[in-house]
């Protein structure tokens, strides 16, 4: 009797037959899941299509020589003819036996982004992404965005037909202002325009001519004036939209197609929308002193801002864009992020494509140190008991949201006071709880308490564990926030002041 799989190809996992030997698709798959977000192969499965309906169902045919397709796939990802990085260990593929016939599952992880595109027959054009369950081959923007990803200087080439006079004159005296209020800077006060800018890296020295100063692109994305920027970068595009109020399509614009912007007066004029907007919400400490939560949320919101602006893929024909909402700000911008999403509020790992205009954001003191950025976003929502940020990114953006509301206010069609006072004592728990927990804590009757959940868990919001007196409830929590928030505990263990 035959046996079929019941989960369909979806864009991590692939079905493939294997029966006799190893077929040349999959190495279009381990290109594909190589250069997206990694995938698994199983391998003894062949396809049986529905002619009436389009529908696909995967029956268990299994593979008859194991050993010879296991010793192929290990064989071959050794050969740079065949693919171009390696993806697979040896405890990446595992044998299984399923009604009696043998199957391969295949782990392909993910490649760096310096070893992308993943490319298969010794040419940089044969290369493969994952769409939804499909491989797809990679062509014009989707290759040159991996190609420009694996790159970490995008910003220093040197433009030697661009010159001081492309920069905006007013910016530049603007940012020598902001750099100079540092002491240790204070040996760039005498120096002339052109030999600050290269000691900001705005500007280098051209190797054939070494009187000459050239700009970088940095440079010019950073001080430029936009007309002279769009020469370079067609789409250079930075907009900040206030969605704050409702029934209005935006109620501010601020856009470097509007203006005369650059990367520089962009960043400044948002921050100053950013601060005259953040209510400055405080509470009252326990020796009665006010302590405001508005420092601490426009410092997350500006590592925001300037995370977006140094790690941008300026080469793209996307722009970037933050929307500001009433619970949260959204910030876009064109590029994969260049650390994994799970390190990003934890690792303190920095690693970016435009050096030189991070470069120029740390000489203003408008920058952290080097990768704090993720944990200074986090520390304010915890803070402030804000629901947690989330970043997430794919070969083409990255997007972060910043909430300043709690997470029982963040969540839509939401209106029960009732029940976002027990979302509210749930997120302060670390571990699940129980119903008794919550009935003592918002003083509810057990009945009501229980109706409450039972809605929450309908509509995905709690997850229940346990049954009968073990029944225990909790909001759902990534890995990475549960690491976050251990971290940040861990901080105010180790840095509480004593007290003598």
């Known amino acids: 009797m035959n046996e079929y799989l019941n989960q369909n190809e979806d864009s991590h996992l692939e079905y493939k037959e294997a029966l006799k030997e190893l077929p040349k698709s999959f190495w279009e798959t381990y290109s594909a899941f190589g250069n997206t977000s990694g995938g698994k192969v199983i391998l003894g499965i062949k396809e049986i299509k529905n002619p009436r309906d389009d529908n696909h169902r995967w029956l268990i045919q299994g593979v008859q020589d ?53 490319f298969l027959k010794k040419d940089v054009h044969n290369v493969y992404v994952r769409e939804g369950s499909g491989d797809v081959k990679a062509k014009g923007e989707v290759l040159q965005n ?56 705005a500007m280098s020295r051209n190797k054939a001519n070494r009187n000459s100063l050239d700009l970088t692109t940095g440079g010019l994305l950073f001080l430029g004036d936009s007309s002279s920027i769009t020469q370079e970068f067609p789409y250079f595009q930075l907009d900040y939209f206030d969605y704050r109020v409702q029934g209005s399509r935006w109620r501010k614009r601020i856009s470097s197609v509007e203006d005369n912007l650059n990367i520089f007066s962009f960043f400044q004029l948002v921050m100053q929308e950013i601060r005259s907007n953040i209510d400055d919400r405080f509470s009252l400490n326990a020796d009665m002193s006010r302590s405001t939560s508005a420092e601490n949320l426009v410092v997350a919101l500006r590592e925001g801002l300037v995370n977006m602006l140094q790690h941008a893929d300026y080469f793209q024909n996307e722009h970037l864009i933050i929307k500001a909402y009433w619970d949260y700000f959204e910030f876009s911008n064109p590029g994969k992020m260049k650390i994994p999403v799970d390190q990003f509020f934890t690792s303190g790992e920095s690693k970016t494509r435009n050096p030189n205009i991070s470069k120029m954001f ?17 520390k304010a929502s915890i803070t402030n008991n804000f629901r947690h940020p989330v970043i997430s990114t794919d070969n083409s953006k990255t997007v972060l949201k910043i909430w300043y509301v709690d997470y029982a206010d963040s969540l839509r069609g939401i209106d029960d006071p009732d029940m976002k006072n027990i979302l509210r004592f749930m997120t302060k728990k670390v571990i699940p709880v129980k ?6 804590a918002t003083g509810l009757s057990r009945y009501f308490v229980d109706q409450k959940l039972r809605q929450l868990v309908d509509k995905k919001i709690i997850i229940r564990t346990g049954n009968a007196r073990a029944t225990k409830y909790e909001i759902p929590k990534s890995e990475e926030e549960i690491y976050a928030n251990m971290k940040q505990l861990t901080d105010q263990l180790v840095y509480r002041p004593r007290n003598h």
Do not use: C, W
């Open 66 to 118: 194991s050993m010879k397709v296991i010793d192929t796939i290990m064989t071959s990802q050794f050969d740079e003819f065949q693919v171009s990085a390696i993806l697979i260990e040896n405890t990446d593929i595992e044998e299984k036996i399923i009604s009696g016939k043998k199957i391969i599952i295949v782990n392909i992880h993910e490649s760096t982004d310096e070893k992308k595109p993943v």
């Open 146 to 201: 991996l190609m420009r990803n694996a790159k970490n200087d995008l910003d220093t080439r040197m433009l030697p037909n661009f010159d001081i006079h492309d920069l905006d004159y007013s910016t530049i005296q603007q940012y020598r202002i902001k750099v100079l209020e540092n002491p240790k800077r204070e040996h760039l006060r005498d120096l002339s325009d052109e030999e600050f800018l290269r000691q900001v890296s």
């Open 362 to 378: 740390v000489f203003s003191g408008f920058s952290e140190r080097a990768g704090s950025g993720g944990h200074q976003i986090y």
């Open 435 to 440: 119903l008794a927990e919550i009935q003592t």
